[in-house]
């Protein structure tokens, strides 16, 4: 690992100004994602600036809504009385990641910034565009199983991987940001980019840029919400496709949805398509189906020497269709 220096900041503003004042630099916050590319070498950074203590750890009531310091822990934020009555699916997001001990290191802000899983980023022997840009995608006719079926590029076909991002995006959270110019906040699913001819950047925020916390809004709907995740194993396994929505029937009629989907794009997909198909429809399977099925017409599967990615279609479908039965 290449030496560097270590820094606990005292005051958000001075963390922020230090980070963007050298490339290298970067903020730790639980550690969880960052110290394992320390050592794997994925990022040699000069300068890691500790933000645990700058970052808030509550979690306040808001104009109905409730505001969550970057700092909260994500165990802290899963049991949290209020996130499980009002926003179960980021309960049940959050405690679908990762283990015990993880979630109690792993913080607000740095979970939904914690980098792909794509085995060939992780491995520094191999070209990725992502790690080292220009050197090539190995993942393309390679192992693509975890990859993109929607919105890839020919220069990246990885999948974002946090669990608790999807429900962030379907739940219509905030961002909020300090930045070296002053305070900024837009939402959250505007925070991921896809990766087109950049994949090395995988979000819109400027290198300095500090999340100070995340914003859910009021909205009934989300108390009747939900999270299922589809992995290989029933533990200690990222989403090969998962599924948040939230869904408000009235008179067998669905009157408005929230759909995000997981493990299939560069970035937490928001289902802006099917929820389209659905307001308005009768809350029935077939209406379902029919809007999964518009969401995924865009999709792509990957040719790979482990069979390809193709069986993620008709996966969505399946698992979208479950989730909203289970609302209706
Ligand atoms: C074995 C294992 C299994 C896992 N399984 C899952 C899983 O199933 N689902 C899942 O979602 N996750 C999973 N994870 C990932 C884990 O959830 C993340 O590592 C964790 O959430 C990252 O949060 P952190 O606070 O530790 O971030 P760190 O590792 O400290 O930081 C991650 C990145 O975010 C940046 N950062 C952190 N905080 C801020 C901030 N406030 N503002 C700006 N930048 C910031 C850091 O500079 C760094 O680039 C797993 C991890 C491991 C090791
Ligand atoms: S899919 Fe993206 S992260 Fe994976 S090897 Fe290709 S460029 Fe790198």
């Known amino acids: 690992m290449k030496p560097f220096d270590y820094r606990s900041a005292t005051n958000a503003a001075t963390a922020v100004r230090d980070v963007a004042a050298s490339p290298a630099a970067t903020f730790l916050a639980g550690g969880t994602n960052l110290v394992d ?3 794997l070498g994925v990022i040699e950074p ?10 808030s750890d509550a979690i306040e ?27 179960p699916a980021l309960t049940q997001a959050l405690l679908s990641g990762a283990s015990g001990q993880l979630r109690n290191m792993a913080t607000t802000g740095g979970n939904p910034l914690q980098r792909t899983r794509c085995v060939y980023f992780q491995d520094v022997t191999t070209p990725c565009n992502k790690r080292d840009p220009g050197s090539g995608c190995s993942a393309i006719g390679g192992y693509t199983r975890y ?10 076909v990885a999948t974002h991987p946090s669990d608790m991002a999807v429900a962030l995006s379907a739940l219509d959270a905030k961002v909020h940001v300090l930045t070296a110019d002053g305070e900024r906040s837009f939402p959250f699913v505007d925070l991921h980019r896809l990766p087109g001819e ?11 840029d ?14 009747r919400s939900r999270y299922r995740k589809v992995r290989d ?13 939230a869904l408000d029937v009235a008179d067998g009629v669905v009157r408005d949805v929230r759909i995000a989907l997981g493990g299939v794009a560069h970035t937490p997909w928001r289902a802006y398509k099917a929820e389209q198909v659905l307001r308005g429809k009768p809350a029935e399977v077939a209406a379902y189906r ?13 040719d790979g020497i482990d069979g390809g990615n193709g069986f993620k279609i008709p996966l969505v479908t399946r698992a979208l269709v479950a989730v909203l039965r289970e609302l209706s």
């Not at 009531?61 to 926003?87: C, E, F, H, K, T």
């Not at 950049?198 to 300095?208: E, I, S």
């Not at 029919?290 to 990957?302: I, N």
């Open 233 to 245: 194993r029933a533990s200690y396994a990222f989403a090969l496709v998962s599924v948040a929505a």
């Open 37 to 39: 590319h320390l050592k």
């Open 210 to 223: 500090l999340i100070t916390a995340i914003e859910l809004p009021s909205s009934p709907m989300a108390g």
């Open 290 to 302: 029919q809007a999964a099925e518009a969401e995924l017409a865009g999709a792509r599967a990957l």
């Open 46 to 55: 000069d300068l890691l600036v500790d933000i645990t203590a700058v970052t």
């Open 61 to 87: 009531d808001r104009d109905g809504g409730l505001w969550i310091g970057a700092g909260v822990r994500n165990s802290d934020l899963a049991a949290d009385p209020r996130v499980r009555q009002r926003y």
């Open 147 to 156: 990859h993109a079926i929607l919105g890839a590029s020919e220069h990246c």
């Open 198 to 208: 950049m994949p090395d950047k995988d979000t819109r925020l400027q290198h300095g």
